[in-house]
């Protein structure tokens, strides 16, 4: 009796299935050599498969973050400032989680934490500093002589 398409066919997909369970470091392998030959292929796919997905990516990022709290700050520290993620720790413990300038404690911050402030010459961390710290040495360039100019408008206008 002959066998029809769909038989052969899912003998077939047996057979394959069953030599993939028996060569789990061969399948590795070549997935990661495709992989490797064909990323914009990959890419498109799986803007694809986001882009028809978008309630389930949205799920599991929730999820994920719930499950992983700390991971995108780890990853973050790690990035921008090379440091891991319990010397940050360290830092803050170091200052009372207080801002290094002001003195406010981190729970009473716009943010709820302190943010790295580093020199942008050099890469070097001084010390953890409130959002609104940080922010005002950004907007002066770290220039001693705009703050120190602007100490004295403030002194001008004192009331």
């Not at 010397?87 to 302190?114: F, I, V």
């Amino acid at each position: 009796m002959k066998k029809s398409h769909e038989e052969k066919y899912a003998k077939q997909l047996q057979a394959s299935r069953e030599w993939k369970k028996r060569n789990k470091e061969k399948v590795a392998m070549y997935a990661a050599l495709w992989r490797e030959a064909n990323p914009e292929y990959r890419k498109a796919k799986k803007a694809e498969w986001d882009a028809n997905n978008v309630e389930h990516r949205k799920e599991y990022s929730k999820s994920f973050k719930t499950k992983n709290p700390d991971y995108f700050k780890r990853k973050h520290l790690q990035y921008c400032y090379g440091i891991p993620l319990e010397e940050y720790d360290r830092m803050a413990e170091h200052q009372n989680y207080c801002c290094a300038a002001c003195g406010k404690h981190s729970s009473d911050t716009q943010r709820g934490r302190l943010f790295v402030d580093h020199d942008h010459a050099t890469g070097e961390i001084r010390a953890l500093l409130c959002q609104h710290c940080n922010t005002a040495l950004g907007m002066v360039d770290d220039n001693v002589d705009v703050l120190l100019s602007l100490v004295g408008y403030l002194e001008q206008f004192r009331r």
